[in-house]
């Protein structure tokens, strides 16, 4: 089943952009921010989409509620949309299947597509990052981002990613959180702030998982120290 | 610069003049106080800039270019650097009040944040600001809001900026806002 | 061991494959992935002391925080272990042989069981950038090294002279001699050029460079930031 969206993506895999170039009236779904450029006659409209009861139990998963809606009217329209961090982008195809998407991968999707925080069996919650997912199903396009580079993964039997570095996986894999105590820093380094848990998620089944090559935990780390203090403002 | 070869000299000097050079240091947030690589021999020299992301170069011929704050990396001698009056709307965007006018005859390299990518512009065209780093003097430059009022701010991308042609500009694929507001969600 | 560098140039990942029994030691926090029949131990070094460890007689010190490392042994045939750096930036493998490199602290990223380090070394004066946590370490020994780059990594075969401002500087072989001083002649140019200080390198040897310097990244990202 192919796209309905004539879609693009360059500048892989360091600064993944899309660009779509949507006929009269047809939309996509994107994060806010997530918007470089686009011609005149594409309107922007931001709202709570699926209705307040949607929007809500994504706000539940870290993702804003907010999904911005671009229609190109009176004519074919393009998008340019770009995420904040430095990374990857791909694109996947729901087929009335589900994909899993990490807290912060999620960049846009078509028509036909539902995404929500809150599903029955919804687990991994631990404290810190963790794992806190979103899950988008039905039949269309998904795009998602990563910090890094993306790589896909197809998984026969077990496989280990620590968690900081999960983007997405279809949900025919089963997941299990857990501590790999070799590679937990809690106690032993003052100054870390951000991650360190030492967590690592272990994929069994059949299916794909996506990989980030960068974590954002120890860039949050180093980038503290230049942060302005309170008082030098 | 990152690294050069030893028969490469460095004198630095003040861009165009005392005051001009100061306005320049101010509003542009282009230090005022230019490198000038000399080689006495044939020698090699790396120029890198501050953020990660392509670096580019345009050949002029006499014509003129406009370059955001902080996207200049290096220029021939026969290019001439100047301020020009990017506007109030422009300040109001985030990107200060100046713009970096070159001109003449010669290479100049620019560099973005991100791929950069060129568009030739024929009518209207919306750029988030951040993202537009390079233009044809013959572009116009208007601010905006991206949405309806309500839209414009929940959408998360605020004032736009309404580029009207014909000319090319050059965007680059990430922004520093863009990256700063990642950035700061997760802090 | 076998290893592959992919997903070039601005993240990259290294990725190795280990035999049974076989040993790789990683800086800790840099595992992204692995297959489930790996064995991870941890040893760290405290400021001073000369704790022996997997690695054979390694010396420690570094700036502040002990120094952790993850050793990675593959309990099954064919293991895959995949790691990557903190830092935005690519990886390269340096087959280590006869002369030793001097590593800049911040871009080691793994290394086999023949390599030492030594990381008491005190090349370039660790006293110029003690306050940016930059340190250096000698190896030696054989084996691979895997170093990684803020930005990207470019290698030049000094041969007479060469300079390198040095917060782009990622390893250089024993062999060349250094020294360090301003960029420009004048100290005011030096100053308000924004060239800070630059390493002259003088001999015959391999040098890696990056392209991007952390210390400007960090420092024209940090104002934008919300504060601490």
Known sequence: ?233 | MASMSSSINIATRWNGGVFKALAKRFFANESFFINEFTAANDGELVLTQTFPGDIECFELTGNTMYLQPGAFLACEPGISLGLGWAGIASYVGREGLFRLKVSGTGKVWFGGYGGIFEKEVEADYVVDTGHLIAYDPTIGIKMGLAGGLFSSFFSGEGLVTRVKGPGKIYLQSRSLDGLAAWTNSHL | MQHEIIARSAASAAQIQLADGETVTCEIGSMIAMSSDINVETTSFERGSKKPGMLKSIKRMFVGESWFLNHFTAIQADQTLLIGPQQLGDIICHPLRTTALIVQGGSWLASTDGIEIDATFQGLGNALFSGEGIFWIKCTGSGDLFLNSFGAIYEVEVDGEYTVDTGHIVAYEETLEFKVGKSNASVIGSLLGGEGLVCKFTGSGKLYCQSHNPQSFGRALGPKLNPR
Request: hydrophobic share 40%.
């Open chain 1, 1 to 233: 089943m192919t796209s309905t969206l004539n879609f693009e993506l360059s500048n892989r895999p360091d600064f993944g952009t899309l660009t779509v170039q949507l006929e009269q009236g047809q939309q996509i779904f994107a994060e806010t921010s997530a918007m470089a450029s686009m011609d005149a006659n594409v309107s922007l409209k931001s709202g709570l989409k699926g209705g307040i009861g949607q929007s809500l139990m994504r706000g539940i998963a870290g993702d804003s509620m907010i999904v911005n809606t671009f229609t190109a009217e009176n004519g074919e329209g393009e998008v340019v949309l770009a995420p904040g961090p430095p990374g990857d982008m791909l694109h996947y195809q729901l087929t009335g299947n589900n994909l899993m998407l990490q807290r912060g991968a999620f960049v846009a999707h078509s028509d036909h597509v539902e995404i929500s925080g809150k599903w029955e069996g919804a687990k991994g919650f631990f404290s810190g990052q963790g794992l806190v997912l979103l899950k988008a199903s039905g039949t269309g396009d998904v795009f998602f981002n990563s910090y890094g580079a993306i790589i896909e993964v197809e998984v026969n039997n077990d496989y280990i990613v620590d968690t900081g570095y999960i983007v997405a996986f279809e949900d025919t894999l089963t997941y299990k959180v857990s501590v790999l105590p070799g590679l937990s820093l809690r106690g032993k380094i003052k100054s870390l702030f951000f991650g360190g848990e030492g967590l690592v998620c272990k994929f069994q089944g059949q299916g794909k998982v996506w990989i980030q090559t960068r974590n954002v935990n120890p860039f949050l780390n180093w980038i503290n120290l230049f942060r302005p203090t309170n008082d030098s403002k």
